[in-house]
C-alpha cells in the first residue's frame, strides 16, 4: 500500500499556499512535516484527507484508509471515556478498545466522563481513538498539544506500534518525536508564488 501524493497545489480562502508537493509513504513509514507556522501544514493535511479540494495534483492511495486528527479532541463530555471509545469504534465498524485504552493509559480513567478529564486526558483520548478506527494512514495535525513528555512518549510508541504492523502516520509537528522510521518533509520550498494558476476553489468548505 502506497500513500502516493504528486505536484499537489493547496489553498486557503481561495489563495494558493503551497504548490507542487510530492512524496510517497509506503507501509510502515512515517513522514514528519516541518515548516513555520502559517504555511500551510494543517491545509495540506486537510486536502490530503479529502476535507478540502485541491487546486491540482492528486492524492492517491487514501481513499477510506485514512484516520485524520487535528486541533479537536473530538470527544462527547457527558459520555465516560471508554464510551467514547466504544462510539467511535463503531463508527468505523470496529469493537475492542482495549488496546486504546492501554496504550495511553486509560484504563483507570475509563468510566471517568470525558468532560472532567484534565486538558492532557482529553488529548490522550482523543488521541486514542486512532486505535479503534482500523485505518492504516494516521494523518494527524500537531497531535501533542497539551502532552506532558511521559504522554509524548506513550504516543509516539502507540505510532512506532501502528508502524510496525505496516500503517503509515503523516504528521505535521515541531518536536522531534525520537519516530526511528520517519523522515522530515520541509514544506518551505513549495510556497506558491503569486502566480500559480487557480484551478478549483476550497471555498465552500470555510
Do not use: C
Not at 499556499?17 to 514528519?32: N, P, R
Not at 510508541?157 to 505496516?166: C, D, N, T, Y
Not at 513549495?190 to 470555510?206: Q, T
Request: proline letters at 3%; glycine letters at 10%.
Amino acid at each position: 500500500m502506497t500513500l502516493a501524493v504528486t505536484n499537489l497545489t493547496i489553498a486557503r480562502g481561495g489563495l494558493p499556499v503551497l504548490a507542487d508537493v510530492s512524496f510517497a509513504l509506503e507501509a510502515g513509514q512515517a513522514l514528519i512535516l516541518r515548516g513555520p507556522n502559517g504555511v500551510g501544514k494543517t491545509t495540506l493535511l486537510r486536502t490530503i484527507a479529502g476535507l478540502q479540494p485541491s487546486l491540482n495534483g492528486t492524492v492517491a492511495g487514501a481513499q477510506d484508509q485514512i484516520a485524520y486528527a487535528a486541533h479537536s479532541d473530538g470527544l462527547k463530555a457527558m459520555l465516560s471515556v471508554s464510551e467514547n471509545l466504544t462510539f467511535w469504534a463503531e463508527v468505523f465498524g470496529q469493537s475492542d478498545i482495549s488496546n486504546a485504552l492501554k496504550a495511553f493509559d486509560l484504563e483507570s480513567l475509563s468510566d471517568s466522563l470525558a468532560g472532567t478529564l484534565s486538558a492532557g486526558q482529553k488529548r490522550r483520548l482523543g488521541l486514542a481513538r486512532l486505535l479503534v478506527t482500523g485505518r492504516p494512514i494516521w494523518v494527524l495535525d500537531e497531535p501533542t498539544v497539551s502532552l506532558d513528555t511521559a504522554s509524548v512518549a506513550m504516543f509516539a510508541a502507540a505510532v512506532e506500534a501502528h508502524l510496525k504492523s505496516g500503517g503509515m502516520a503523516l504528521i505535521a509537528t515541531h518536536i522531534n518525536l525520537g519516530i526511528e522510521q520517519a523522515n522530515v518533509l520541509d514544506v518551505t520550498p513549495f510556497i506558491a508564488r503569486n502566480d500559480v494558476a487557480m484551478g478549483s476553489s476550497d471555498e465552500a468548505f470555510l
